[in-house]
C-alpha cells in the first residue's frame, strides 16, 4: 500500500473523534514525517509513542490530542501483532516473579532523583494528589497522605509498615505528625538512600526488600500506588503477606490506579519505556485476592484528582527543563512529556480510576466511618 493509501486509512479511524490531520485546532495532529502513518496502523501505541518521541509528529494540545482518541475507543481498534505478544507474554509468564521484582525500580526509580524532586513538588510523592480543597501541587499532595492518615486512624506508638515507601515522605510525615513508628520497604536503591537520610532521627527503618519476603506484626498498613507492579499472577501472594503481617484489629489501606476490565498486561509503548512489568488492577482481581482475608470497609474513587496531578507534574518538569537538560536528552525529554500527557488523557477520560480500598482482617467493631 502507498503512503497516501496508509493516511487514508488513518483519516478513516479518526472520523468522528474531531480530529484532524493538518487541523487548525490545537489537538489536531501535524504529521512531519509520512512513515508515521505506516508505523502506527503496524504498532498501535507503541508505534504512536515511539514516533512522537522521534519528532515524527505533534500536536499542540498533546493530552487533549490522546483524550479523543480514546474517548472513541480507538486502541481498540488497532490491534497489533504488539498486542498479541504482551498479552501472551503476561498470560504466559510471571513477569513480577522475584528474580524480576527490582527491574522497574532500576529501570524507572533510580532514573534519577533529581528529575523526581523537580517534578513532583515540596515532597517527593509520586501518586495521586487530593484537590478537594487544594489549590497547588504542594497541598495536594499533603492533603492525601492526611486523608490516608485519617482513614487508618493513626495514633501514638503505632507500628506501621508501609509497602512501597518511595522516598519516605508518608512515614516521615506520620512520625512527625502523629508518633508512629515505621517500616517502607521500596525495589528502589535511590528512593531507599534518600529514604533513609531524611528520616534518619524518627523511629522508621527503611528496607530494599521485596514485598513477599516480610515479617513481623503492625498495627497498620498502607501502600500508595506500588499494588501496579504486583501483577495478576501475584495479587494473592501479595494479600497474604500483608494478612501475615496486620494485627488482627489492624486496618489496610490500598491506594492504586485501577482499570475498567481485567486484563493481564499494560500498553506496549508504557512496558517499553516507563513502567515495565506493570499491569493495573481490576475491581475483579483486587476483590478475589483480598476474599477470605478480609472484610472491605471502603472503596472511595478519586479518579478527578488525577489528571490535575499529572498536569501539574508536567508544568513543573516542563519549567525544570533548562536545569535537567544538562542531564537527559531530548528523546527523553519527549518521551517524558508524552508519558505524562498520555496518563493526564487517561484518567480524563475514564479509562483509569485511583482508588483506596480501606480493609480489616475481622471487621471493624460497630462498623467503620469513612473519612472524606
Given at each position: 500500500?502507498s503512503?497516501?493509501?496508509?493516511?487514508?486509512r488513518?483519516?478513516?479511524?479518526?472520523e468522528g473523534t474531531?480530529?484532524?490531520?493538518?487541523?487548525?485546532?490545537?489537538w489536531?495532529?501535524q504529521?512531519?514525517?509520512g512513515d508515521?502513518?505506516?508505523?502506527?496502523?503496524?504498532?498501535?501505541?507503541?508505534g504512536?509513542?515511539e514516533?512522537y518521541?522521534?519528532?515524527?509528529w505533534?500536536?499542540?494540545d498533546?493530552?487533549?490530542?490522546i483524550?479523543r482518541l480514546l474517548?472513541a475507543?480507538?486502541?481498540?481498534?488497532?490491534?497489533t501483532v504488539?498486542?498479541?505478544?504482551?498479552?501472551?507474554?503476561?498470560?504466559?509468564?510471571?513477569l513480577?516473579?522475584?528474580s524480576r521484582?527490582?527491574?522497574?525500580g532500576?529501570?524507572?526509580?533510580?532514573m534519577?532523583?533529581?528529575l523526581?524532586k523537580?517534578m513532583l513538588g515540596?515532597?517527593?510523592?509520586y501518586?495521586c494528589?487530593y484537590w478537594?480543597t487544594a489549590?497547588?501541587?504542594?497541598d495536594?499532595?499533603e492533603?492525601?497522605?492526611?486523608l490516608v492518615f485519617?482513614k487508618?486512624?493513626?495514633?501514638?506508638?503505632?507500628r506501621?509498615l508501609?509497602i512501597?515507601?518511595?522516598w519516605?515522605e508518608?512515614l516521615?510525615?506520620a512520625?512527625e505528625?502523629y508518633?508512629?513508628?515505621?517500616?517502607?520497604?521500596?525495589?528502589?536503591e535511590?528512593q531507599?538512600e534518600y529514604?533513609?537520610?531524611?528520616?534518619n532521627n524518627l523511629?522508621i527503618e527503611?528496607?530494599?526488600?521485596?514485598?513477599r519476603?516480610?515479617?513481623?506484626k503492625?498495627?497498620r498498613?498502607?501502600?500508595?500506588g506500588m499494588f501496579?507492579h504486583?501483577?495478576?499472577k501475584?495479587?494473592?501472594a501479595?494479600m497474604?503477606?500483608?494478612?501475615?503481617c496486620l494485627?488482627?484489629?489492624?486496618l489496610?489501606l490500598?491506594?492504586?490506579i485501577?482499570g475498567?476490565?481485567?486484563v493481564?498486561d499494560t500498553?506496549?509503548?508504557?512496558?517499553k519505556?516507563i513502567f515495565p512489568?506493570?499491569?493495573l488492577?481490576?475491581i475483579r482481581?483486587?476483590?478475589?485476592?483480598s476474599e477470605?482475608?478480609?472484610?472491605?470497609?471502603?472503596?472511595?474513587n478519586?479518579?478527578v484528582?488525577y489528571d490535575?496531578?499529572?498536569l501539574?507534574?508536567?508544568?513543573?518538569?516542563e519549567n525544570?527543563?533548562e536545569?535537567?537538560?544538562?542531564?537527559?536528552?531530548e528523546?527523553?525529554?519527549?518521551m517524558?512529556?508524552?508519558?505524562?500527557?498520555?496518563?493526564?488523557?487517561?484518567?480524563?477520560?475514564?479509562?483509569?480510576?485511583?482508588?483506596?480500598?480501606v480493609?480489616s482482617?475481622?471487621g471493624?467493631?460497630g462498623g467503620?466511618?469513612?473519612?472524606?
Open positions: 500500500m503512503q497516501s493509501g496508509f493516511r487514508r488513518v483519516e478513516h479511524l479518526l474531531g480530529i484532524r490531520i493538518g487541523g487548525p485546532n490545537p489536531d495532529i504529521v512531519h514525517n508515521f502513518y505506516r508505523r502506527v496502523l503496524a504498532h498501535g501505541s507503541l504512536l509513542g514516533s518521541m522521534q519528532g515524527w505533534e500536536a499542540g498533546l493530552d487533549g490530542f483524550h474517548m475507543n480507538l486502541e481498540e481498534k488497532v490491534l504488539d498486542n498479541l505478544l504482551g498479552f501472551l507474554q503476561a498470560t504466559v509468564f510471571n513480577q516473579k522475584p521484582a527490582f527491574e522497574v532500576r529501570r524507572h526509580y533510580d534519577g532523583n533529581a523526581y523537580h515540596k515532597r517527593l510523592v501518586s494528589g478537594e489549590g497547588n501541587l504542594d495536594a499532595q492533603a492525601k497522605l492526611e485519617r487508618l486512624g493513626l495514633k501514638p506508638g503505632m506501621v508501609d512501597g515507601c518511595g519516605g508518608a516521615k510525615l512520625a505528625r508518633g508512629i513508628k515505621g517500616v517502607g520497604i521500596t525495589v528502589s535511590q531507599a529514604a533513609r537520610r531524611i528520616c523511629p527503611i528496607r530494599l526488600q521485596d514485598y519476603l516480610l515479617d513481623g503492625f498495627d498498613i498502607f501502600s500508595i501496579e504486583v501483577g495478576v501475584n495479587y494473592p501479595y497474604q503477606a500483608v494478612h501475615r494485627n488482627d484489629d489492624g489496610f490500598l491506594h492504586t485501577g475498567n476490565k481485567s493481564h500498553d506496549a509503548w508504557i512496558a519505556y512489568n506493570g499491569m488492577p481490576s482481581q483486587i476483590a478475589e485476592a477470605d482475608r478480609f472484610i472491605m470497609e471502603d472503596w472511595h478519586l479518579n484528582n490535575k496531578t499529572l501539574a507534574w508536567r508544568r513543573n518538569f525544570s527543563w536545569e535537567l537538560k544538562t542531564q537527559y536528552n528523546t527523553f525529554r519527549r517524558w512529556y508524552y508519558y505524562l500527557s498520555t496518563s493526564a488523557a487517561s484518567f480524563r477520560a475514564r479509562k483509569n480510576q485511583v482508588w483506596q480500598i480493609f482482617p475481622r471493624v467493631p467503620y466511618t469513612a473519612p472524606r
